[in-house]
Protein backbone atom coordinates (compact mmCIF):
# COMPACT_ATOMS: atom_id res chain seq x y z
CA UNK A 1 0.00 0.00 0.00
CA UNK A 2 1.71 3.35 -1.23
CA UNK A 3 1.70 5.92 1.49
CA UNK A 4 2.65 8.43 -0.90
CA UNK A 5 1.05 8.79 -4.35
CA UNK A 6 1.60 10.69 -7.31
CA UNK A 7 -1.25 10.10 -9.24
CA UNK A 8 -0.24 11.81 -12.62
CA UNK A 9 3.01 10.01 -14.51
CA UNK A 10 3.20 12.72 -16.67
CA UNK A 11 2.55 16.13 -17.48
CA UNK A 12 3.12 18.70 -20.02
CA UNK A 13 3.07 22.43 -20.26
CA UNK A 14 4.30 24.87 -22.91
CA UNK A 15 7.22 26.88 -21.83
CA UNK A 16 6.07 30.16 -19.91
CA UNK A 17 3.25 28.77 -18.50
CA UNK A 18 2.41 27.59 -15.02
CA UNK A 19 3.92 23.37 -13.64
CA UNK A 20 1.18 21.87 -10.84
CA UNK A 21 2.63 18.62 -9.70
CA UNK A 22 0.66 17.04 -7.14
CA UNK A 23 0.97 14.50 -4.41
CA UNK A 24 -1.03 12.82 -2.11
CA UNK A 25 -0.72 11.21 1.04
CA UNK A 26 -2.27 8.68 3.83
CA UNK A 27 -0.05 8.58 6.73
CA UNK A 28 -1.02 11.45 9.18
CA UNK A 29 2.38 11.36 10.99
CA UNK A 30 4.28 12.32 8.17
CA UNK A 31 4.82 15.86 8.93
CA UNK A 32 7.68 16.83 6.94
CA UNK A 33 7.78 16.85 2.92
CA UNK A 34 10.35 17.24 0.01
CA UNK A 35 10.48 17.32 -3.34
CA UNK A 36 13.41 15.56 -5.60
CA UNK A 37 14.11 16.14 -9.28
CA UNK A 38 15.54 13.98 -11.45
CA UNK A 39 17.17 14.20 -14.92
CA UNK A 40 17.85 10.71 -17.08
CA UNK A 41 21.33 9.39 -16.23
CA UNK A 42 21.55 11.10 -12.88
CA UNK A 43 20.06 11.15 -9.16
CA UNK A 44 17.66 12.72 -7.76
CA UNK A 45 18.72 15.90 -6.40
CA UNK A 46 16.74 17.84 -3.62
CA UNK A 47 14.26 20.56 -5.01
CA UNK A 48 12.42 22.02 -2.52
CA UNK A 49 11.20 21.11 1.21
CA UNK A 50 8.41 22.23 3.55
CA UNK A 51 7.40 21.76 7.95
CA UNK A 52 3.96 20.43 8.33
CA UNK A 53 3.39 23.88 10.31
CA UNK A 54 3.52 25.30 7.28
CA UNK A 55 1.28 25.52 4.73
CA UNK A 56 3.61 27.88 1.81
CA UNK A 57 7.44 27.34 0.96
CA UNK A 58 8.91 29.53 -1.75
CA UNK A 59 12.13 29.38 -3.65
CA UNK A 60 12.35 31.37 -6.31
CA UNK A 61 10.42 29.93 -9.33
CA UNK A 62 9.51 26.94 -6.83
CA UNK A 63 6.33 27.40 -4.28
CA UNK A 64 5.21 23.93 -2.56
CA UNK A 65 1.78 23.98 -1.21
CA UNK A 66 0.82 21.81 1.93
CA UNK A 67 -3.14 20.69 2.69
CA UNK A 68 -2.68 18.90 5.97
CA UNK A 69 -6.22 18.57 5.92
CA UNK A 70 -7.07 16.98 2.84
CA UNK A 71 -3.64 15.05 2.84
CA UNK A 72 -2.12 16.66 -0.19
CA UNK A 73 0.79 18.83 -1.22
CA UNK A 74 1.73 20.25 -4.63
CA UNK A 75 4.83 22.05 -6.48
CA UNK A 76 4.33 24.88 -8.77
CA UNK A 77 6.47 26.10 -11.32
CA UNK A 78 6.25 29.44 -12.75
CA UNK A 79 7.43 30.60 -14.97
CA UNK A 80 8.24 26.63 -16.46
CA UNK A 81 11.40 26.59 -18.48
CA UNK A 82 12.47 23.87 -20.91
CA UNK A 83 15.27 23.12 -18.34
CA UNK A 84 12.58 21.96 -15.77
CA UNK A 85 11.75 19.06 -17.79
CA UNK A 86 12.77 15.99 -15.51
CA UNK A 87 11.17 13.56 -13.24
CA UNK A 88 9.81 15.23 -10.10
CA UNK A 89 9.36 12.61 -6.95
CA UNK A 90 7.19 13.49 -3.72
CA UNK A 91 8.78 12.50 -0.25
CA UNK A 92 7.65 11.86 3.32
CA UNK A 93 8.64 11.90 6.75
CA UNK A 94 8.00 11.76 10.03
CA UNK A 95 9.04 11.48 13.69
CA UNK A 96 6.80 9.27 14.42
CA UNK A 97 6.44 7.42 10.78
CA UNK A 98 9.72 5.66 11.16
CA UNK A 99 12.15 8.98 10.09
CA UNK A 100 12.86 7.23 7.06
CA UNK A 101 11.74 8.74 4.07
CA UNK A 102 8.69 7.59 1.49
CA UNK A 103 8.73 8.79 -1.76
CA UNK A 104 5.66 8.48 -4.36
CA UNK A 105 6.34 7.10 -7.84
CA UNK A 106 7.04 10.30 -9.76
CA UNK A 107 5.41 12.20 -12.35
CA UNK A 108 7.39 12.92 -15.76
CA UNK A 109 7.41 16.92 -16.47
CA UNK A 110 7.68 17.69 -19.74
CA UNK A 111 7.91 21.34 -20.60
CA UNK A 112 7.89 22.61 -24.59
CA UNK A 113 9.45 25.26 -25.99
CA UNK B 1 34.75 14.92 -7.10
CA UNK B 2 31.05 14.85 -7.21
CA UNK B 3 29.54 13.94 -3.34
CA UNK B 4 28.23 10.39 -3.92
CA UNK B 5 30.01 8.37 -6.84
CA UNK B 6 28.56 4.56 -8.29
CA UNK B 7 30.11 2.45 -9.93
CA UNK B 8 29.47 0.61 -12.09
CA UNK B 9 26.72 2.79 -13.87
CA UNK B 10 25.55 0.11 -16.16
CA UNK B 11 26.02 -3.68 -15.31
CA UNK B 12 24.84 -6.78 -17.08
CA UNK B 13 24.82 -10.13 -15.67
CA UNK B 14 23.59 -13.50 -15.94
CA UNK B 15 21.11 -15.09 -12.89
CA UNK B 16 24.11 -16.70 -11.91
CA UNK B 17 26.80 -14.57 -11.44
CA UNK B 18 27.90 -12.52 -8.42
CA UNK B 19 28.68 -8.86 -8.78
CA UNK B 20 29.05 -6.48 -6.30
CA UNK B 21 28.36 -2.14 -6.29
CA UNK B 22 29.89 0.16 -5.25
CA UNK B 23 29.21 3.52 -3.67
CA UNK B 24 31.35 6.23 -1.90
CA UNK B 25 30.54 9.75 -0.68
CA UNK B 26 32.54 12.47 -0.22
CA UNK B 27 30.40 14.59 2.01
CA UNK B 28 31.45 13.69 5.33
CA UNK B 29 27.98 11.74 5.91
CA UNK B 30 27.26 9.46 8.55
CA UNK B 31 24.62 7.84 6.81
CA UNK B 32 24.50 5.64 3.76
CA UNK B 33 21.31 4.26 1.40
CA UNK B 34 20.61 1.93 -1.15
CA UNK B 35 17.29 2.43 -2.82
CA UNK B 36 15.85 0.76 -5.28
CA UNK B 37 14.06 2.22 -8.41
CA UNK B 38 12.09 -0.37 -10.79
CA UNK B 39 9.74 1.18 -13.60
CA UNK B 40 6.86 3.15 -12.55
CA UNK B 41 7.19 2.16 -8.58
CA UNK B 42 8.27 4.82 -6.24
CA UNK B 43 11.61 4.04 -4.57
CA UNK B 44 12.15 1.78 -2.54
CA UNK B 45 14.12 1.53 0.50
CA UNK B 46 16.07 -1.41 0.26
CA UNK B 47 19.56 -0.81 3.42
CA UNK B 48 20.00 2.10 6.03
CA UNK B 49 23.30 2.81 7.14
CA UNK B 50 24.71 4.63 10.23
CA UNK B 51 28.04 4.69 11.01
CA UNK B 52 28.79 1.38 9.08
CA UNK B 53 25.81 0.07 11.52
CA UNK B 54 22.95 -1.69 9.56
CA UNK B 55 19.63 0.10 10.93
CA UNK B 56 17.70 -0.56 9.07
CA UNK B 57 16.78 -3.26 6.55
CA UNK B 58 13.34 -3.89 4.68
CA UNK B 59 12.55 -7.19 4.09
CA UNK B 60 14.96 -7.18 1.28
CA UNK B 61 15.82 -11.27 -0.40
CA UNK B 62 19.04 -12.42 1.31
CA UNK B 63 20.40 -12.32 -2.71
CA UNK B 64 21.18 -8.59 -1.78
CA UNK B 65 23.79 -8.40 0.89
CA UNK B 66 24.95 -4.84 1.81
CA UNK B 67 28.39 -3.98 2.78
CA UNK B 68 30.03 -0.97 4.93
CA UNK B 69 33.14 -1.23 5.82
CA UNK B 70 33.46 2.66 7.22
CA UNK B 71 31.05 5.69 7.10
CA UNK B 72 32.45 6.64 3.18
CA UNK B 73 32.01 3.32 1.56
CA UNK B 74 28.89 1.34 0.77
CA UNK B 75 28.80 -2.11 -1.16
CA UNK B 76 25.80 -3.70 -2.76
CA UNK B 77 26.79 -7.76 -3.34
CA UNK B 78 24.73 -9.60 -5.90
CA UNK B 79 24.05 -13.30 -6.27
CA UNK B 80 21.50 -15.41 -7.86
CA UNK B 81 19.36 -12.48 -9.15
CA UNK B 82 16.48 -12.65 -10.93
CA UNK B 83 14.91 -11.12 -13.86
CA UNK B 84 12.90 -8.82 -12.08
CA UNK B 85 15.81 -7.30 -9.62
CA UNK B 86 16.59 -5.80 -12.98
CA UNK B 87 16.08 -1.71 -11.77
CA UNK B 88 17.95 1.46 -10.84
CA UNK B 89 19.75 0.71 -7.73
CA UNK B 90 20.68 4.22 -5.98
CA UNK B 91 23.03 4.97 -3.50
CA UNK B 92 22.40 8.14 -1.18
CA UNK B 93 24.28 9.57 1.85
CA UNK B 94 22.62 12.07 4.74
CA UNK B 95 24.15 13.72 7.43
CA UNK B 96 22.71 11.63 9.99
CA UNK B 97 20.30 9.00 9.52
CA UNK B 98 17.22 10.80 11.22
CA UNK B 99 15.89 12.27 8.40
CA UNK B 100 12.83 14.25 9.62
CA UNK B 101 14.17 17.62 8.07
CA UNK B 102 17.54 16.54 6.30
CA UNK B 103 17.84 15.73 3.20
CA UNK B 104 19.56 12.90 0.54
CA UNK B 105 22.17 13.13 -1.96
CA UNK B 106 22.23 10.48 -4.46
CA UNK B 107 24.33 9.23 -6.39
CA UNK B 108 24.02 8.69 -10.45
CA UNK B 109 22.81 4.95 -10.16
CA UNK B 110 23.58 1.57 -11.23
CA UNK B 111 21.79 0.44 -14.10
CA UNK B 112 21.35 -3.44 -13.55
CA UNK B 113 20.13 -6.00 -16.06
CA UNK B 114 20.06 -9.44 -14.82
CA UNK B 115 19.11 -11.89 -17.87
Known amino acids: DQQVKQNSPSLSVQEGRISILNCDYTNSMFDYFLWYKKYPAEGPTFLIS?????DKNEDGRFTVFLNKSAKHLSLHIVPSQPGDSAVYFCAASGVNAGNMLTFGGGTRLMVKP | ETGVTQTPRHLVMGMTNKKSLKCEQHLGHNAMYWYKQSAKKPLELMFVYSLEERVENNSVPSRFSPECPNSSHLFLHLHTLQPEDSALYLC??????????????FGEGSRLTVL
Open chain 2, 92 to 105: ASSQEVLLVTGELF
Open chain 1, 50 to 54: ISSIK
